[in-house]
């Protein structure tokens, strides 16, 4: 016996539907392929990389970047010159270098993540 048209196009559009979903998740991004970028301060900080601004951040708030794999392959490392300047003008500037599966914690502390 066969289903009513309405029926078959309810099944197909939920089994597609369950496709796209497991192809979406299986295509996150993980934390090791992703250099971010935390604002520990409690002030609004504009970040700037190799003297353009890159992203404004509220305290708190986070910006994350998935850099080519081979960034950080080359000796030495690319120089990448990254700084915050806070409303109050005050100026952090990060150690480098800026490869993915590391974060940076703007505020007085320097916190690099250890790679």
């Known amino acids: ?3 009513p048209a309405h029926r078959d196009n309810r099944t197909i559009a939920t ?4 496709v796209a979903l497991v192809s979406l998740s299986a295509c996150q991004i ?4 992703l ?3 935390v604002n520990g301060t409690e002030d609004t900080v504009v970040v700037t990389w190799n003297g353009r601004a ?3 951040l509220p305290p708190e708030e986070q910006k994350q970047i998935a850099l080519p794999g081979d960034h950080c392959d080359s000796v030495p490392p690319p120089v ?6 806070s409303d109050k003008g005050e100026r952090y500037d990060y150690p480098g270098p800026v490869c993915n599966g ?3 914690r703007v505020g007085p502390a320097v916190s690099p993540s250890p790679r």
């Open 30 to 33: 993980g934390p090791d392929e």
């Open 15 to 18: 089994a597609l539907m369950v």
């Open 54 to 56: 890159y992203a404004t």
């Open 80 to 85: 990448d010159r990254l700084s915050a300047t």
């Open 102 to 104: 590391r974060t940076w």
């Open 35 to 37: 250099f971010t970028v």
């Open 1 to 3: 016996m066969a289903l």
